[in-house]
Nanobody, 121 residues
Framework: QVELVESGGGLVQAGGSLRLSCAASRSIFSINTMGWYRQAPGKQRELVADITSDGSSKYADSVKDRFTISRDNAKNTVTLQMNSLKPDDTAVYYC???????????????WGQGTQVTVSS
């Protein structure tokens, strides 16, 4: 089975923290970039943060200095630590793998099912 499975969403008060995790199924390997995106009601999906296989990361300006992305290449997991959460961070958060291998086949753009993050004021 080829999938990304997210966990860790929930309801938190403003100023609180949450940790999102995403695990790729064992059939997937050599993932190039893993990222977290989010989509709030009525808005387009936007990049929150991503990280390459060599550890280079980038963040949306709105989350810099509050969120930290990390990954474990051996376990094919990516984590998003979210601190100092704000009501504007409320959205469904999606994990993404941009390019990866399934056996000797190159595949692209795999998404997780999404996890809801709600920040109350």
């Amino acid at each position: 089975q080829v999938e990304l499975v997210e966990s860790g969403g929930g309801l938190v008060q403003a100023g609180g923290s949450l940790r999102l995790s995403c695990a790729a199924s064992r059939s997937i390997f050599s993932i190039n970039t893993m990222g977290w995106y989010r989509q709030a009601p009525g808005k387009q999906r936007e990049l929150v943060a991503d990280i390459t296989s060599d550890g280079s990361s980038k963040y949306a300006d709105s989350v810099k200095d509050r969120f930290t992305i990390s990954r474990d290449n051996a376990k094919n997991t990516v984590t998003l630590q979210m601190n100092s959460l704000k009501p504007d961070d409320t959205a469904v958060y999606y994990c993404n793998a941009d390019r990866f291998l399934i056996g000797d086949m190159v595949a692209y753009d795999l998404w997780g099912q999404g996890t809801q993050v709600t920040v109350s004021s």
